[in-house]
């Protein structure tokens, strides 16, 4: 994933606002009726522009919070770059703790992952 740059670059959670509904597929399918109203529910809701998801319902964000969280990913982003360049310049300056970070955004950006500091023992 490369640095955001758009709203639609943001994970999927970020991009929509409060729960209105929310559902268990598993009891759903277990009772057809619900399972009917919840469609509809789900439909009219989708007409009057609410966000409709495998897990719910939400409402849509405004274009100040998109961008808001927009930033906030673009900050996560260059941090965890930040972080990575100086544990790749600086091996013995990783910390144990953001390596699993670190690694994931790796991971995610095409980087290769890095081993975790050496054990210094005297």
Not at 3 to 27: C, F, K, L, M, V
Not at 42 to 60: R, W
Not at 68 to 96: G, V
């Amino acid at each position: 994933m490369a640095r955001p740059t758009t709203w639609q670059d943001i994970p999927t959670h970020e991009r929509r606002g409060d729960q209105i509904a929310n559902w268990s597929s598993y009891n759903v399918m277990a009772h057809p009726f619900v399972a009917e109203h919840l469609v509809a529910a789900a439909k009219a809701a989708s007409k009057l522009g609410l966000i409709v998801t495998n897990d719910g319902i939400f409402e849509p964000l405004s274009a100040e919070k998109l961008e808001a969280n927009l930033l906030k990913a673009q900050e996560r982003w260059d941090a965890l770059k930040n972080k990575y360049d100086i544990a790749t310049d600086f091996p013995t300056e990783r910390e144990n703790g953001d390596l699993w970070e670190i690694n994931n955004w790796a991971r995610e950006n095409g980087y290769p992952t890095l081993a975790k500091p050496a054990e210094v023992s005297f």
